[in-house]
């Protein structure tokens, strides 16, 4: 049997983005920059890709900038206030512990360059201590960015909260919304954000397309020059066939959220219910306020890397967490911000359901990941010490 479970990673391609992308690949092959008939309706056709994904958030089409992805527009947004900002004498960066890569990474680099970052910590539960985040803010504060799903253990953040108190102090405020757009309810009026990310192979649109949001007025300064692109603000010509892909997606997404939310919710609860049967693990994060179809959880006494090798070799696709660190030895930031110790960050397991997937599949996942964790389990040294009492079980 084949189960693939690691949707937050990618998804497959919907048929109806493959039928757009091919469609507009066909038909609307012209540059969109370009003055003749073939491109201007190149053009047309972008222009309408653009008010769709803007209806689709409740933005202005003015506000919407295609980017290859979540990763660029994260970079683009967070660099554009830093800079702004510091021109006014404020760099004093604020954001939380468990962010993407895609930000953290980014202020990291500009520590580098002189700005003050401030990661605020979450609670045990994988949520932002908004009191302590707002304490975080004072008049050299030129950006707040908090997202709005953790893509590791899918807590979804007091976003709505956290720009009222970024208009109220009037500090610039970004979202990365790329594990949340197409799977829950999302508007940039009600969030009140200047900046968000999202990205198209979240929600079974294409890979290599994404969308930032810029509120009207918000600075924004271009990662790459060389054209006038989406209004001079982002080089290169831009991926048509993709963004149609993209937009068909999203909006197939939003049509279907609320029976695909409530059908991986049910999933969902059947596979958390079963797995917390297995002794001496741990779900991560808040059990209510997560993402619909992300499961973490943690497992003491053994590595990730082995279960999830062993549940490829049962046709199960998984994860440990963030596809973008999978190659490191390093436990996940998300959980150790969450409080789990080194030892058991090791053995942790995301499932990340999709569309696709039936009440079978979450079946064999239940027969196959106990199986797998006791045979790992009875090989481990670690497990033998602490079931001997050698040493002592944290979970």
């Given amino acids: 049997m084949f189960v693939y479970a690691d949707h937050a990673a990618t998804t497959k391609m919907s048929d109806v983005a493959l039928k757009a992308y091919s469609e507009t690949a066909a038909q609307f092959y012209g540059n969109p920059?370009?003055?003749?008939?073939?491109?201007?309706?190149?053009?047309?056709?972008?222009?309408?890709?653009?008010?769709r994904i803007a209806r689709a958030i409740n933005a202005d089409p003015r506000e919407i900038y295609f980017t290859s992805g979540g990763s660029?527009?994260?970079?683009?947004?967070?660099?554009?206030?830093?800079?702004?900002?510091?021109?006014?004498?404020?760099?004093?960066?604020?954001s939380t512990a468990i962010e993407h890569h895609a930000v953290l990474h980014t202020l990291k680099k500009l520590e580098r360059e002189g700005f003050e970052v401030v990661l605020v910590p979450v609670?045990?539960?994988?949520?932002?201590?908004v009191k302590q985040l707002e304490a975080s803010i004072d008049e050299n504060c030129a950006l707040v960015s908090v997202m709005l799903a953790n893509n590791e253990i899918g807590t979804i953040q007091p976003v709505n909260e956290v720009g009222e108190i970024c208009r109220r102090r009037g500090v610039l405020f970004h979202t990365d919304a790329v594990q949340a757009v197409g799977h829950i309810p999302v508007d940039v009026k009600e969030i009140g954000c200047d900046y968000l990310a999202l990205s198209a192979h979240k929600f079974t649109?294409?890979?290599?397309?994404?969308?930032?949001?810029?509120?009207?007025?918000?600075?924004l300064t271009p990662l790459i020059e060389g054209g006038a692109q989406e209004k001079n603000k982002r080089a290169g010509t831009e991926d048509l066939p993709a963004i149609a892909g993209m937009t068909a997606a999203?909006?197939?997404?939003?049509?279907?959220?609320?029976?695909?939310?409530?059908?991986?919710?049910?999933?969902q609860d059947k596979l958390i219910d079963g797995l917390?049967?297995?002794?001496?693990?741990?779900?991560?994060?808040?059990?209510?306020?997560?993402?619909?179809?992300n499961i973490s959880f943690c497992f003491e006494g053994i590595e990730g890397e082995s279960l999830l090798l062993l549940l490829d070799e049962k046709g199960i696709c998984a994860s440990s967490g963030s596809a973008c660190t999978s190659g490191s030895l390093d436990p996940?930031?998300?959980?150790?911000?969450?409080?789990?110790?080194?030892?058991?960050?090791?053995?942790?397991?995301?499932?990340t359901l999709g569309a696709e997937n039936t009440e079978a599949d979450v079946d064999y996942l239940l027969e196959a990941v106990p199986e797998v964790v006791t045979y790992l389990r009875n090989m481990s040294p670690v497990w033998r010490d602490l079931q001997e009492g050698r040493r002592q079980y944290i979970l």
């Fill in 72 to 94: 660029e527009s994260d970079n683009q947004a967070i660099r554009s206030a830093a800079y702004a900002g510091a021109k006014k004498g404020k760099k004093k960066l604020v």
């Fill in 33 to 51: 920059s370009s003055l003749h008939s073939l491109g201007q309706r190149a053009k047309e056709v972008l222009e309408d890709c653009r008010g």
């Fill in 332 to 351: 996940s930031h998300v959980l150790l911000a969450i409080g789990r110790v080194h030892d058991v960050a090791h053995g942790s397991l995301r499932l």
């Fill in 276 to 293: 917390s049967k297995i002794p001496h693990c741990a779900l991560n994060g808040d059990r209510t306020l997560r993402l619909p179809g």
């Fill in 250 to 267: 999203l909006e197939a997404s939003i049509a279907d959220m609320g029976r695909s939310s409530a059908v991986l919710k049910r999933l």
């Fill in 205 to 219: 649109g294409p890979k290599g397309v994404g969308v930032l949001f810029a509120k009207r007025g918000a600075p």
């Fill in 123 to 129: 609670k045990p539960n994988g949520i932002v201590d």
